[in-house]
């Protein structure tokens, strides 16, 4: 079993800094991916950022330039830097991993945090 434990949510006000922080614990034999998403009210789930194994990036348009992923593989842990956040940036933010785990190492499953709440004020 995968757990993820979810931190640095807030209120912020249009203009300013948050950084999020995801860490995994649990039987994790590797981790092939991780990353960011987010949900508005009356939205669907949508990706902000993500990184491979390997190291490439992906990010939405809509936070480029202002977003930055980061991660601690000694740590199992993914950050998200946050600058010159806006209103619409307003969102539950959820991580994901995945991962293979010790029982069977030939798989892969995400595992996804509970969720934190950020929110932008004009």
């Known amino acids: 079993q995968v757990q993820l434990m979810e931190s640095g949510g807030g209120l912020v006000q249009a203009g300013g800094s948050l950084r999020l922080s995801c860490v995994a614990s649990?039987?994790?034999?590797?981790?092939?991916?991780m990353g960011w998403y987010r949900q508005a009210p009356g939205k669907q789930r949508e990706l902000v950022a993500t990184v491979t194994s390997g190291g490439s990036t992906n990010y939405a348009d809509s936070v480029k330039g202002r977003f930055t992923l980061s991660r601690d593989n000694a740590k199992n842990t993914v950050y998200l830097q946050m600058n010159s956040l806006k209103p619409e940036d307003t969102a539950v933010y959820y991580c994901?991993?995945?991962?293979?785990?010790?029982?069977?190492?030939?798989?892969?499953?995400?595992?996804w945090g509970q969720g934190t709440q950020v929110t932008v004020s004009s």
């Open positions: 649990g039987s994790i034999f590797s981790i092939n991916a």
């Open positions: 994901k991993f995945v991962v293979a785990t010790y029982r069977n190492p030939l798989s892969e499953y995400a595992y």
